[in-house]
């Protein structure tokens, strides 16, 4: 049975920023907040993300654990979450993970997640594409619904279940019980893959993806033998 407890709004500026009004006024840190439209939402490197009506934005709010050093390995647990969320729902196509946490279908993006904390919880904003458009997210393709019969609903009711099936085995047991099934998901495991270090994309860093640690960060395997492990970047793929 799901425990998230789902808030739905017509519209908001932001899923991240309208669950952090809430945790602030009714001290709930248990919930999903989901908005049918998002007006001024945002990505990585600030990046503005926009949901049109009939798409997914939504903020998962859970609290802010004591031990914080396995944090920065949760965007994974994300990923897999989204990843297998929409596996389950579409048909005839490729899905997979681009570190961290961004999903493609057929080498495309359709979802993005942005993860915001402060000292009282974890915000995991969440937008997925459903529609034709591409408004706020990046290379997009067709959106689900070329994929899929499943409407939002449907998606987002399956997003919240594999959630709370992967973040409490998260929680329990740290992010090494997950690494091999997030790795078995990732696009460009063992094939040579360009990291973009800056928002300009002017300093690349290039090697072998060897998967990850248990930290989370890919590695890149240099010409020369050595492994090592990044925490940042935008990974690039040349199809």
């Avoid at 929409?86 to 997979?96: E, F, G, H, P, T």
């Avoid at 979802?111 to 034709?132: C, F, K, Q, W």
């Avoid at 300093?203 to 060897?210: A, E, F, L």
Wanted: glycine share 8%; with cysteine.
């Amino acid at each position: 049975m799901r425990m998230t407890e789902l808030i739905t709004i017509d519209s908001v500026d932001s899923t991240n920023n309208e669950a952090r009004r809430i945790v602030q006024h009714t001290g709930n840190m248990n919930f999903a907040l989901s908005a049918r439209e998002q007006t001024a939402g945002k990505g990585r490197y600030n990046r503005k993300w926009i949901s049109a009506p009939g798409n997914i934005a939504v903020t998962i709010v859970v609290p802010l654990p004591d031990d914080r050093t396995s944090l920065p390995t949760l965007s994974l647990v994300a990923g897999i979450a989204i990843h297998d969320a929409l596996s389950l729902i579409i048909r005839d196509a490729d899905v997979q993970i681009k570190w961290p946490n961004d999903i493609l279908i057929n080498g495309a993006k359709v979802s993005g997640t942005l993860i915001e904390a402060d000292p009282r919880a974890i915000y995991v904003g969440i937008g997925i594409n459903m529609t034709a458009d591409n408004m706020g997210l990046e290379n997009i393709a067709a959106g689900l619904a070329g994929f899929t019969d499943k409407d939002a609903t449907d998606v987002l009711q399956s997003l919240l279940h594999r959630w709370d099936d992967y973040f409490s085995l998260w929680k329990t047991y740290g992010f090494s019980v997950l690494r091999s099934s997030y790795e078995g998901r990732m696009k460009g495991l063992n094939q040579m893959t360009e990291i973009s270090l800056d928002a300009g994309k002017t300093q690349i860093v290039s090697g072998i993806c060897r998967g990850t640690d248990t930290e989370g960060r890919i590695l890149l395997e240099t010409p020369d033998g050595v492994v090592k492990a990044w925490n940042y970047g935008d990974v690039l793929f040349h199809n």
